[in-house]
């Protein structure tokens, strides 16, 4: 089969003692990757390995100790080999042998040299997912917004990480001396200083990401399966943003923490900052609040600005990301599946589709890799 272009696109994946694969080694092809097999038989499993070649805790968030293979003797490990623009590249991620299982202690590789950080691989590829627990993201709580928003931020920012760290770490210090009902002045506005700092960066990060973004929706057709979307985000420091100079939101942030110390002490909690701002979705064509479409809308809403952003990052990194669909085609109508098809097809990505039917994917016979997954063991399909 034809390669997919500029893309990034997984060659070979290696899994050991991850969830239920107790050694796997399946060679990828650069087209789509149909996974098909009964449920619970390790699909996802296997979509979350690959989403772990970016930083974080992928696309379950779990901790590291469920990862790992139960009854195992060792921890587990991943390792890829990548072909891309910048050519053949190895990264391995997972908890060494010995190593605690903790949150925090997995490693990262690249071509046999340990990585600073889990940052690294940004370097060398992106990784973005859809998966069915999403299906309630318009309608659950913010913060599972705010992470989905923050992941499509880090995929053109390879730095809103560790600022976001960096601002968790402070908020957690300051919450601490609130709970300690502690009085010192300097140490609360040395916390809040580097709070306001961070806090407007990842503020001023996500609005210019909603920017972009609402800009590659618009090229999407106004009359098409997927329908655009009006995105905004609802959040103090996000109205901020561009009415004023950074340095000037970031005293006016640094100010309302520090008048706020009594409110935030009987709290329990710092009640203001970009932890507390929201993605607001409208459905364009209806002119209707995403949390009140049907589900099939939210669907194909959500699908439609995956895809929009999936343009976005190859344009802004020269990287398009590998996605991850996990039981797509079963949510999705036989037009819409179609429409999907065709959109992957123009991206030239690798995407990766999990589903119990072969046949929803039948279409795409000839331009991609069917394979069946079976308890820890991986085979081509046959006759998809």
């Known amino acids: 089969m034809s390669g997919r272009g500029g893309s990034t696109y997984f060659r070979k994946l290696t899994i050991t003692n991850?969830?239920?694969?107790?050694?796997?080694?399946?060679?990828?092809?650069?087209v789509?990757?149909?996974?098909?097999g009964d449920n619970g038989a390790g699909k996802t499993n296997l979509l979350e390995a690959v989403s772990l070649f970016m930083p974080g805790r992928g696309l379950r968030r779990a901790s590291y100790g469920e990862m790992a293979r139960e009854g195992a003797t060792c921890n587990f490990a991943l390792h890829a080999r990548l072909d891309g623009s910048a050519g053949i590249v190895d990264i391995g991620t997972g908890v060494s042998i010995g190593g605690s299982l903790s949150d925090g202690a997995r490693k990262v590789r690249i071509n046999g040299a340990p990585a600073r950080s889990a940052e690294a691989m940004l370097e060398w590829l992106r990784v973005m997912w859809l998966t069915p627990a999403m299906d309630a993201l318009f309608t659950g709580p913010a913060s599972d917004r705010r992470r989905f928003l923050d992941r499509l931020v880090l995929a053109i920012d390879a730095s809103h990480g560790q600022r976001a760290l960096a601002y968790e770490k402070a908020m957690r210090g300051r919450n601490r001396l609130l709970a300690d009902n502690s009085r010192n002045?300097?140490?609360?506005?040395?916390?809040?200083?580097?709070?306001?700092?961070?806090?407007?960066?990842?503020?001023?990060?996500r609005v210019e990401l909603v920017r972009l973004l609402a800009g590659m929706i618009e090229r999407l057709p106004g009359d098409g399966l997927f329908p655009q979307a009006d995105i905004g985000l609802s959040g103090a420091l996000e109205m901020e943003i561009g009415a004023r100079?950074?340095?000037?939101?970031?005293?006016?942030?640094r100010n309302a923490l520090a008048t706020g110390r009594e409110r935030d002490r009987a709290a329990g909690r710092t009640l203001d900052?970009?932890?507390?701002?929201?993605?607001?979705?409208?459905?364009?064509p209806k002119a209707m609040p995403a949390e009140l479409c049907s589900t099939g809308e939210q669907?194909?809403?959500?699908?439609?600005?995956?895809?929009?952003?999936?343009?976005?990052?190859?344009?802004?990194?020269?990287m398009t990301p590998i996605l991850l669909l996990d039981e797509i085609a079963a949510h999705?109508?036989?037009?819409?599946?179609?429409?999907?098809?065709?959109?992957?097809d123009d991206l030239k990505c690798q995407a990766f589709m999990t589903g119990t039917d072969a046949t929803l994917f039948s279409s795409l016979t000839g331009r991609a890799q069917f394979l069946t997954v079976n308890h820890g063991t991986i085979s081509p399909t046959d006759n998809p």
Do not use: C
């Open 18 to 30: 991850f969830r239920n694969y107790s050694a796997l080694s399946v060679d990828l092809e650069p």
């Open 245 to 253: 100079p950074a340095v000037e939101v970031e005293e006016k942030f």
């Open 32 to 36: 789509v990757i149909v996974l098909t």
């Open 273 to 284: 900052g970009p932890h507390r701002s929201d993605l607001v979705v409208r459905h364009r």
């Open 299 to 318: 669907k194909a809403l959500l699908v439609g600005i995956m895809l929009s952003h999936a343009r976005l990052t190859g344009e802004m990194s020269g």
């Open 185 to 205: 002045n300097a140490w609360f506005d040395a916390i809040e200083t580097q709070m306001a700092e961070t806090g407007v960066a990842i503020a001023a990060a």
């Open 332 to 344: 999705l109508d036989a037009g819409r599946r179609a429409a999907l098809f065709s959109i992957l």
